[in-house]
C-alpha cells in the first residue's frame, strides 16, 4: 500500500516536470496560459461586477417595496377617513331629511290651518235671472240665498242658507232685505245663532219700497251656525240686481 502511494508521488512528479520543460520549449504555449488567466481574472472581476450590479437592484427593489408599503399604508388611513366621513355624512343627510319632513308637515299643518281661517262670503237669494217674492209663510223659515259672490273657506252653504263656523273666532254679518210696502206683510227678518235669534231687521208699512237691514259681531265656536230667518208671515223680494243679500267674514280667529 505504502509503495503503491510513493510509486503515484514520484510519476505525478515527473510529469510536473515534463510540463514546465515542455512550457519552458513553447512561448505561445506561455502566451496562451497567461490569456487564459488574464480571461479567468476578467471573468472573476466580471462575475464580481454582476453580483455588486445583483446587489444594489435587490437595495432598490427593498426601497420600492418599502415606498410602496407607506402608500398603502396612507392610503388605508384614507380610505378609512373617508369611510369614517361618509358615514357620518350619511347620519347628517339623514337627520336633514328627517327635518325637511317636519317641516312640511309644519308647513302642511300651518296652511290647513291659515286656509281654514280664510273664511269670508255674500250671496243674494235669487241666482240665474230669477226674480219675485219669498214669504209670506205661516212659519219662521230660513232664507236661501243661492246666488253666491263669495264663498271663500266654503263655511256658507248656498243650498240650505246655512253658514257653519270652521274655526273658533270673531265674525262679522249684516243682512240686507227689500221689499214692498203692504199693509199685512212687512219684510222682516232676523239673523239667528245656534237657534237663538240675535239681531232683527224690520220695516213694516202699507206702500213703497222698503229696505231694513242689520250687522252684528258675534264670537263663534268651531261648529256653530247662523242664518237669516223670515219671519212668519213676512216677505222679501229680490231681482236679479241682487237687493236682498246675507255675508260675513271671520275677523280674527282666537
Known amino acids: 500500500m505504502m509503495l503503491r502511494m510513493e510509486i503515484t508521488m514520484l510519476l505525478s512528479l515527473l510529469l510536473l516536470i515534463h510540463s514546465l520543460s515542455t512550457a519552458q520549449l513553447q512561448p505561445d504555449s506561455n502566451n496562451e496560459v497567461i490569456s487564459h488567466l488574464r ?34 399604508a396612507a392610503l388605508k388611513v384614507g380610505m378609512e377617513y373617508l369611510q369614517r366621513d361618509n358615514e357620518a ?12 319632513q317636519e317641516q312640511v308637515t ?33 212659519t219662521d223659515t230660513v232664507l236661501v240665498f243661492r246666488h253666491v259672490a263669495t264663498n271663500t273657506g266654503n263655511a256658507y252653504n248656498p243650498h240650505t242658507g246655512i ?6 273666532g270673531v265674525y262679522h254679518f249684516e243682512f240686507y232685505l227689500h221689499g214692498h210696502g ?15 235669534q240675535i239681531f232683527t231687521a224690520f220695516e213694516g208699512q202699507a206702500s213703497f219700497s222698503v229696505n231694513p237691514s242689520n250687522g252684528v259681531i258675534l264670537h263663534l265656536e268651531s261648529g256653530d251656525v247662523v242664518f237669516v230667518r223670515l219671519w212668519r208671515n ?16 271671520l275677523l280674527f280667529p282666537m
Not at 355624512?89 to 325637511?100: H, V
Not at 253658514?163 to 273658533?168: D, H, I, K, Q, T
Open 39 to 72: 480571461q479567468t481574472e476578467s471573468q472573476a472581476a466580471g462575475a464580481g461586477n454582476l453580483s455588486d450590479n445583483q446587489q444594489t437592484c435587490a437595495q432598490d427593489i427593498h426601497a420600492v417595496l418599502r415606498e410602496m408599503s407607506a402608500s398603502l
Open 89 to 100: 355624512k350619511t347620519e347628517e343627510l339623514d337627520l336633514l331629511k328627517q327635518q325637511y
Open 106 to 138: 309644519k308647513v302642511r299643518r300651518l296652511e290647513q290651518q291659515y286656509q281654514g281661517k280664510q273664511v269670508a262670503f255674500s250671496a243674494s237669494v235669487f241666482a240665474g235671472g230669477a226674480q219675485g217674492y219669498v214669504g209670506p209663510f205661516n
Open 163 to 168: 253658514f257653519f263656523a270652521p274655526v273658533r
Open 182 to 196: 203692504h199693509a199685512s206683510h212687512p219684510t222682516a227678518a232676523s239673523l239667528v245663532k245656534n237657534g237663538q
Open 234 to 249: 213676512a216677505r222679501i223680494y229680490d231681482t236679479v240686481d241682487h237687493h236682498t243679500t246675507f255675508s260675513g267674514h
